[in-house]
Nanobody, 122 residues
Framework: VQLQASGGGLVQAGGSLRLSCAVS????????MGWFRQAPGKDREFVGG?????????YDADSVKGRFTISRDNAKNTVYLQLNSLKPEDTAVYYC???????????????WGQGTLVTVSS
């Protein structure tokens, strides 16, 4: 199983990025997908998730509400995280994860990507 995250980079505050996570080695359409992030010196935190049929999404409301959007394309085995109105505090390594249940706990996901770094300058 491989989850390959990409799309990170350096962006100014207020800018946008779209992260992608390409998945192989499992039946992608059967898995819920989550995005997490980890800033330097901090614990990994849940950003949001999307159910296996895109029937539902959930976000960490306090930090990303109205700014981040998760979507998926089951035909391409890919999940996306659109980051808008970025802030310096969004700087982190962003990870995608696949799991059988949609939840906000890192322990609730079975497979992880390697992460992609997002740096937001002020």
């Amino acid at each position: 199983v491989q989850l390959q995250a990409s799309g990170g980079g350096l962006v100014q505050a207020g800018g946008s990025l779209r992260l992608s996570c390409a998945v192989s080695g499992l039946t992608f359409s059967s898995y819920n997908m989550g995005w997490f992030r980890q800033a330097p010196g901090k614990d990994r935190e849940f950003v949001g998730g999307i159910s296996w049929r895109s029937a539902g999404t959930t976000y960490d409301a306090d930090s990303v509400k109205g700014r981040f959007t998760i979507s998926r394309d089951n035909a391409k085995n890919t999940v996306y995280l659109q980051l808008n109105s970025l802030k310096p505090e969004d700087t982190a390594v962003y990870y995608c994860a696949a799991g059988r249940t949609l939840n906000n706990r890192a322990s609730g996901y079975d497979y992880w990507g390697q992460g992609t770094l997002v740096t937001v300058s002020s």
